[in-house]
């Protein structure tokens, strides 16, 4: 081939690319939809890429520009995004409208990750039906109550050793290496089957594995990119995000956890029990080891970082704001004389003013940057602004909901900057502009568990400990300016922890009647 030809090839390749992502790029101006100008390539992610603010706050910037609109265009890379802002428009493609937007987009190479990729998030369409009804028996109230015990046995792990460590003097603590170490336990406990003492087995292989899993270095983070924005480069690369020593140890668990309650006869009200009594009925052979394996897995991990996350900045307002923490700490006290120093899980969970402090604190700091949601219908979009025109949104666009922008937006919550637990004391919560659990048939099943694994640590925590900043805690919080996908804390939560109380047997809670003893099945 000569040269010339060869240059030309190369020539026309340049510009049918260029003029491809011009195209892209050109979708919302076309469409007449508000957005801002993209960067060539990186569209609307510079900031972020070059860790210029938090994902968070870039889509809350972009929602303040078009106060009067009822969505706006966002360039995620070259791939047009729309951005709802109008909850009455969020509600109609969540929940009225949901069969046209069942499914999310997944993050993984879903050809080399089967069980990454094979979880309830990652699911579509019918398959996603099948498996939220299938799980969904494993987190109704009855099965909360009985998961309670077991909860407050890890819980007083945990205090007892902080409270034992820090004692009256004080100890200062990255206090998400210490809630990892409690969700660890909770969630081996209640998916597994299996009693993990983190704080006393450190290097344990269920909080090491979580460790290895959620560690989004630099290569992790180039691999998701690949996977989100290239995904047949991705396929061809063969690219994995997590590696085959995590997908190996949980598919060893489950399987051996399978494979003894089979031969043993063990029946336990978990997950995995669950899930076990469908392998026999006609619901195909999607309901394997693998599959199992799937929805344990990433149960864990959602418990081990994001719901931990929660508890940090949970955590982290209690200790700020001393006058949130002594009227917590009255309300616990009046639960512990009620019920002769043993809490039921019916008085935890009647508990108004540790509700509302969760519900503050999931309002200031929903963990996810966005909602997302892929069209699998046709549907018809109202205009965006009052001059503007209808248009037909496709089957494969997409559309996020900024729950960080809408929870922070002073129409819905006055003074939104502001931490205050009163908000929703006397008044029930707008679902239609706060949502950090998601929103509509989506919503996160395991909301229930999530919501008492908090109230209980922090029950736990407050009784035995006062919570204080430390010099190294930042105040007013500072998100991480990264491309992680949840929003975290820039340098970590570092707080004092002080004991109050002295070392509290595990006994202390009622479970009414259910045994929290457990052994590894």
């Known amino acids: 081939m000569e040269l010339s030809t060869l240059l030309l090839g190369v020539l026309t390749a340049c510009i049918c690319v260029y003029y491809a992502i011009i195209t892209k790029l050109s979708h919302f101006a076309r469409l007449k939809i508000p957005y801002v100008r993209p960067v060539p390539l990186l569209g609307n992610m510079a900031p972020l890429i070059f860790h210029r603010m938090a994902f968070v706050h870039l889509l809350q910037k972009m929602y303040n520009l078009f106060p009067d609109a009822k969505y706006f265009g966002f360039y995620d890379f070259t791939s047009p995004v729309y951005v709802l802002r109008d909850p009455e428009l969020i509600n109609a493609v969540s929940i009225k409208n949901f069969d046209h937007f069942t499914?999310?987009?997944?993050?993984?190479?879903?050809?080399?990750?089967?069980?990454?990729?094979?979880?309830?998030?990652?699911?579509?369409?019918?398959?996603?039906?099948?498996?939220?009804?299938?799980?969904?028996?494993?987190?109704?109230?009855?099965?909360?109550?009985?998961?309670?015990?077991?909860?407050?046995?890890?819980?007083?792990?945990?205090?007892?050793?902080?409270?034992?460590?820090?004692?009256?003097?004080?100890?200062?603590?990255?206090?998400?290496?210490?809630?990892?170490?409690?969700?660890?336990?909770?969630?081996?406990?209640?998916?597994?089957?299996?009693?993990?003492?983190?704080?006393?087995?450190?290097?344990?292989?269920?909080?090491?594995?979580?460790?290895?899993?959620?560690?989004?270095?630099?290569?992790?983070?180039?691999?998701?990119?690949?996977?989100?924005?290239?995904?047949?480069?991705?396929?061809?690369?063969?690219?994995?995000?997590?590696?085959?020593?995590?997908?190996?140890?949980?598919?060893?668990?489950?399987?051996?956890?399978?494979?003894?309650?089979?031969?043993?006869?063990?029946?336990?009200?978990?997950?995995?029990?669950?899930?076990?009594?469908?392998?026999?009925?006609?619901?195909?052979?999607?309901?394997?080891?693998?599959?199992?394996?799937?929805?344990a897995f990433v149960f864990f991990l959602a418990g081990f970082d994001s719901v931990s996350t929660i508890m940090c900045f949970l955590a982290h307002e209690i200790a700020v704001n001393p006058d949130v923490q002594n009227k917590l700490r009255a309300e616990i006290e009046d639960v512990l004389k009620q019920t002769n120093g043993k809490p039921t899980y019916e008085a935890i969970n009647g508990m108004k003013y540790l509700d509302a402090v969760l519900t503050e604190t999931m309002r200031l700091y929903p963990l996810l940057p966005y909602l997302d949601r892929v069209c699998t219908k046709h549907f018809e979009m109202p205009p965006a602004t009052p001059d503007g025109k209808s248009f037909t949104i496709k089957p494969g666009e997409r559309v996020w909901f900024s729950s960080f922008a809408l929870q922070h937006d002073p129409k819905h919550y006055p003074e939104p900057e502001k931490f205050n637990p009163d908000r929703f004391l006397n008044s029930s919560v707008d679902n239609s502009s706060y949502m950090p659990f998601g929103i509509g048939p989506r919503i996160c099943i395991a909301n229930r568990f999530a919501m008492m694994e908090m109230k209980i640590m922090i029950f736990y925590l407050v009784w035995r400990c006062n919570l204080e900043p430390d010099i190294k805690t930042k105040i007013p919080m500072v998100l991480n300016k990264g491309t992680a996908f949840i929003t975290t804390a820039e340098g970590g939560f570092w707080l004092k922890l002080r004991a109050r109380n002295p070392i509290i047997s595990i006994t202390s809670c009622s479970s009414n009647g259910y045994n929290s003893h457990t052994k590894n099945t």
């Not at 480069?233 to 190996?248: G, P, Y």
């Open 103 to 295: 499914d999310h987009r997944n993050f993984v190479n879903e050809d080399q990750e089967q069980i990454a990729s094979r979880n309830l998030f990652g699911l579509r369409g019918d398959h996603w039906r099948e498996m939220r009804k299938l799980l969904s028996p494993s987190f109704t109230s009855s099965k909360m109550k009985m998961m309670f015990g077991l909860m407050c046995e890890c819980a007083e792990n945990f205090t007892n050793f902080v409270a034992n460590e820090s004692g009256k003097s004080g100890k200062t603590y990255d206090m998400k290496d210490q809630i990892n170490r409690y969700a660890t336990d909770v969630v081996a406990t209640s998916a597994y089957g299996i009693s993990v003492d983190s704080f006393k087995h450190p290097t344990n292989a269920f909080f090491t594995i979580g460790r290895k899993a959620m560690s989004f270095d630099f290569k992790v983070n180039l691999k998701l990119f690949i996977c989100k924005q290239v995904p047949a480069l991705a396929k061809f690369l063969r690219i994995k995000t997590f590696s085959s020593e995590v997908e190996n140890f949980f598919k060893d668990i489950v399987t051996e956890t399978v494979k003894t309650r089979d031969e043993q006869g063990i029946f336990r009200l978990d997950m995995i029990q669950l899930m076990m009594e469908t392998r026999d009925k006609n619901y195909g052979p999607a309901f394997d080891i693998d599959e199992m394996t799937a929805q």
